[in-house]
């Protein structure tokens, strides 16, 4: 697999539990929480989709023959400004897996765009103080 599939695949993968937009080729239109595809097919699976007529559909699965565009409708979680922010209170200890969407802090704690979900201690409590700053300044 070519660098340039990989991060193809990993922009899709982190849409994965995002509200998406999804237009066929014939025009049909679906907004839902994306919640699986398959990369060699790119057909996928929206939970609690919505139609243009606003009609409610629990599943869709959609083939990936029949998808024209995806549209992300919120704006995915900017994992590399995160890990740039850390880098600033913790210089050379960071490493960003953006494809796998988590960041490690000197090697023991694990922060996704959930918070710290791996690790404990001052030096947790730290990361998480960085991360709710970081989500903080965001929203604004």
């Known amino acids: 697999?070519?660098?340039?599939?990989?991060?193809?695949?990993?922009?899709?993968?982190?849409?994965?539990?995002?509200?998406?937009?999804?237009?066929?080729?014939n025009g049909k239109e679906y907004t839902g929480t994306l919640k699986g595809i398959n990369p060699e097919t790119l057909s996928l699976c929206l939970a609690e989709a919505k139609d243009k007529k606003g009609r409610t559909i629990d599943r869709a699965f959609l083939n990936g023959?029949?998808?024209?565009?995806?549209?992300?409708?919120?704006?995915?979680?900017?994992?590399k400004a995160l890990a740039e922010r850390l880098e600033k209170v913790f210089p050379r200890l960071i490493r960003l897996y953006e494809d796998q969407g988590f960041i490690?802090?000197?090697d023991k704690i694990k922060i996704t765009e959930n918070g710290v979900v791996e690790g404990k201690g001052p030096t947790a409590e730290r990361v998480q103080k960085v991360y709710n700053q970081f989500i903080s300044e965001m929203a604004k």
């Open 1 to 25: 697999m070519s660098v340039a599939q990989r991060k193809f695949f990993g922009e899709i993968a982190a849409l994965l539990d995002k509200i998406v937009t999804v237009t066929t080729v």
């Open 65 to 79: 023959s029949v998808i024209a565009q995806i549209f992300a409708v919120e704006k995915p979680f900017d994992l």
């Open 104 to 106: 490690w802090v000197m």
